[in-house]
């Protein structure tokens, strides 16, 4: 959406054209490298530029269109913030082979990581207390954090395997099932925080609805939620809310139930909850070009797409075949000639209650010739 779509060269000629046509001005040499052309050559620059200036003025004074810190004052006008990226704190587990009487300290600030993966990126993450492995103990679990914020750190379960922070004793270290007590976020995206906008002013309607789901969607943590009217008759709501790692903690659902207790009508009952867990599981069979050669290395690529499109599933959103095949294909994009999903064979259905998640994946790979 542009008021003004020139370019410079158009802005040029528009001006020598006004100027030969003007019987006041007496000028004729308009050629290149002349004085007079570099004037024009400069004014059209500088014009051009105001113009840019006005376009994005223009484009940014409407909140359908308006983005990044244009988009950010026009929600402050209401009352609303973008909720900010979010460090992913867990627990991570030292331990020795052998249980020995003597202790060791694993101090604050000692630093673990993953292995560097497919696209050259490490993660790392620091010990934010001091603890002691004890005596004829082999485990000790050592709350850690993100160096940086972001959902790229919520890492898969065995991922932080490397200790960069030499410490006497410990043998090996390791993410368990379930590590992550807060999960890292990243800052909210423009199509978020531009929805919010909007069921802020339905929700000064008197829209309940509306007004639940704003509350629910403002809390930090909270990713998307459904409001669900009625599942028990009249006055009667189920919200529904998911976070970066699917079903919402205790602590989050207690937090978004009082912001609407706080505010509900009387003779309103509503019920806060996670989504219901639908787990799939998924054979995908790569063909790749006769001149790759490292399949492991193009399937953990390919997982990282696979999960990338499972983690901006919504709520009831259905899972398409077709989708998942073209966020796998861009992703191998010069590799991958084919790809077949085997399973599940058609398109998985989310109710409103729902929502899906991967269970396990199964890649197999092979090369055009061997078909």
């Not at 978020?192 to 930090?220: G, I, M, P, V």
């Not at 399937?299 to 998942?324: C, G, M, P, R």
Request: glycine share 4%; hydrophobic share 40%.
């Amino acid at each position: 959406m542009e008021l003004f779509n020139k370019t410079q060269e158009e802005i040029k000629t528009e001006l020598i054209t006004a100027f030969k046509n003007n019987e006041y001005i007496n000028l004729t040499n308009y050629n290149v490298g002349g004085v007079l052309r570099g004037i024009f050559e400069v004014v059209a620059f500088f014009i051009w530029l105001f113009y840019d200036l006005l376009n994005k003025i223009f484009k940014n004074a409407f909140v359908q269109t308006a983005e990044g810190d244009w988009l950010d004052l026009k929600c402050t006008e209401v009352g609303i913030t973008r909720k900010q990226a979010v460090k992913t704190i867990g627990l991570v587990k030292f331990a020795r082979n052998i249980a020995k009487d003597e202790n060791i300290k694993i101090k604050k600030g000692t630093i673990v990581k993953t292995k560097t993966n497919s696209k050259g990126k490490e993660f790392v993450f620091y010990t934010t207390e001091e603890k002691i492995l004890v005596a004829n103990q082999t485990e000790v679990f050592v709350p850690v954090a993100a160096s940086y914020e972001g959902k790229d750190y919520n890492v898969a379960t065995h991922a932080i395997s490397i200790l960069s922070t030499t410490t006497q004793g410990i043998d090996y270290i390791d993410n368990f099932s379930d590590w992550i007590t807060t999960p890292g976020e990243d800052k909210e995206c423009d199509e978020d925080l531009r929805a919010r906008y909007f069921l802020q002013w339905t929700s000064l309607a008197k829209d309940s609805a509306s007004l639940y789901k704003r509350l629910a969607l403002e809390t930090q943590g909270v990713t998307d939620a459904v409001i669900i009217s009625e599942p028990r008759g009249k006055g009667t709501f189920d919200l529904i809310i998911r976070t970066v790692s699917g079903s919402p903690s205790q602590e989050i659902i207690i937090i978004v139930s009082n912001k609407i207790n706080a505010v509900r009508e009387p003779g309103i009952e509503i019920s806060v909850k996670g989504p219901t867990i639908k787990n799939i599981s998924i054979n995908i069979q790569l063909i790749f070009y006769n001149n790759v050669f490292n399949f492991a290395e193009k399937e953990t690529i390919a997982y990282d797409a696979v999960i990338a499109y499972f983690n901006k599933l919504k709520i009831s959103q259905d899972f398409i075949l077709s989708q998942l095949a073209t966020e796998i294909s861009t992703s191998l994009k010069g590799f991958l000639k084919d790809i077949k999903i085997t399973s599940p064979t058609q398109n998985v259905t989310a109710t409103k209650y729902e929502i899906l998640q991967i269970s396990n994946i199964v890649f197999s790979s092979t090369k055009e010739e061997e078909i």
